[in-house]
């Protein structure tokens, strides 16, 4: 595990694409029971080299029901995304995750990690990456569903704080996904 996560840490594969160079993202551990698998580090995560070391982390922290020394733990928790590297700046946003890294990393990642028994989708990218044609046509209806993809995986939105305003329409999400996925994780850590 450590070679490849070497590997994956000096990585170039994209790095003449990046508005800020490559500077891979991640943490895993062969023991991880647990895997969250988001989109890609924002500008925040980039400049301190921590995953999900912003408000979305706090509020996936939040979701999960844990702390910071918990989720950190990469011999509990794998924080792994679909693009390791911070994408750059899009008009309404961070441009989405790069399309290398999940072929390239992800496989090999998994096949060192027996342990693992939840992965967290954390949005579009991940669900569709990884339900394929389980997912549904919408994020929303895919974390609606989400108990049919259990106890494999549970997708859910990001947690980005610009997602309040879907949070707010969905107030099932709060009341059946977050139980469900605090259950989940508490067992498992």
């Not at 170039?12 to 698998?37: F, H, R, W, Y």
């Amino acid at each position: 595990m450590e070679n490849l996560l070497l590997q994956i840490k000096n990585c170039k594969v994209c790095d003449k694409q990046l508005e800020l160079g490559a500077n891979p993202i991640m943490a895993a551990s062969a023991n991880s029971k647990i895997v969250v698998v988001g989109q890609a580090p924002g500008r925040v995560v980039h400049n301190t080299s921590i995953p999900w070391n912003d408000k979305s982390g706090d509020n996936l922290r939040a979701w999960m029901g844990i702390d910071k020394e918990t989720f950190y733990n990469a011999e509990k928790i794998a924080l792994i995304p679909m693009g390791f590297c911070y994408s750059g700046t899009g008009k309404s946003g961070d441009l989405p995750p790069r399309t290398e890294c999940a072929p390239l990393w992800h496989h090999q990642l998994f096949e060192l990690m027996p342990k693992v028994k939840l992965i967290l989708l954390v949005g579009q990218y991940a669900q569709n990456y990884y339900l394929k044609d389980e997912a549904k046509e919408t994020l929303t209806a895919t974390v609606q569903q989400y108990h049919t993809y259990l106890p494999k995986y549970l997708p859910l939105p990001h947690p980005s704080p610009r997602n309040n305003i879907w949070q707010a329409r969905n107030i099932w999400f709060e009341a059946e996904v977050l139980p469900e996925l605090r259950k989940c994780v508490k067992k498992l850590i």
